[in-house]
């Protein structure tokens, strides 16, 4: 069974571009997770997605955005970058977020915004 | 606010020995509680976890946390650490119905010859 695919792995990015980032949950999940994970800042909660719809949404700037499709994948859209948005974004999925269920990390995407 | 805390931000300790990572969490009525381990370069994976039953939770490569309620506590433990054991840890709790799991800001195992 194939795993939490995220694309793409590395790229950099300049200060007020966007970026869209991609994510393949496993087969059946219906809950999708971003977050952030900086240097001593552990990860942090971006926002989940269930069947295309959002659940929760962490403390960051409307800059940060998402979406689920039909399929169960999602995908994140960060505009205007900031220096500050260097960090690695990961994807996790589950059956559902709320019941205990196991989440389950891609690799993540590596941003640098020079 | 609901939140995770991870006491120690670098633990170092010899092979062989017993290691105790720390972690409490803000108050609820109900969580569900994770530990997960993140090796160099790699993606996260969890160790263990704890939903309900037995505050002891025994999880992969020879690691174990215990629940306590009273204390908000969710403490990882190893009797005896090996090299490969080095890695970034990290406690999370998820409220339920909150549709998110909080994570610690992480502890970073050293394990030393």
């Known amino acids: 069974k194939a795993g939490v695919t995220q694309t793409p792995r590395y790229l950099i990015k300049t200060r007020g571009q966007q970026v869209t980032l991609s994510c393949s949950p496993i087969?059946?999940?219906?809950?999708v997770s971003w977050y952030q994970q900086t240097p001593g800042q552990g990860l942090q909660f971006l926002f989940e997605y269930f069947s295309e719809t959002q659940r929760n949404k962490g403390n960051f700037p409307g800059r940060f955005s998402g979406r689920q499709f039909s399929n169960s994948r999602s995908e994140m859209n960060v505009s205007t970058l900031e220096l500050g948005d260097s960090a690695l974004y990961l994807c996790?999925?589950?059956?559902?977020?709320?019941?205990?269920?196991?989440?389950?990390f891609g690799e993540g995407s590596w941003l640098t915004v020079v | 606010a609901q939140s995770v805390t991870q006491l120690d931000s670098q633990v170092p300790v010899f092979e062989e020995a017993p290691v105790e990572l720390r972690c409490n969490y803000s108050?609820?009525?109900?969580?569900?509680l994770f530990w997960y381990v993140q090796y160099p370069n790699q993606g996260l994976q969890l160790l263990l976890k704890y939903l309900s039953g037995s505050t002891l939770v025994k999880g992969i490569n020879g690691f174990e946390a215990e629940f306590n309620k009273s204390q908000t506590s969710f403490h990882l433990r190893k009797p005896s650490v090996h090299i490969s054991d080095t890695a970034e840890y990290f406690c999370?709790?998820?409220?339920?119905?909150?549709?998110?799991?909080?994570f610690g800001a992480g502890t970073r195992l050293f394990v030393k010859a």
């Open positions: 108050s609820s009525v109900s969580v569900y």
């Open positions: 999370a709790v998820m409220y339920t119905g909150g549709f998110k799991t909080i």
């Open positions: 996790a999925s589950s059956l559902d977020s709320s019941s205990g269920n196991t989440i389950y």
């Open positions: 087969s059946g999940h219906r809950s």
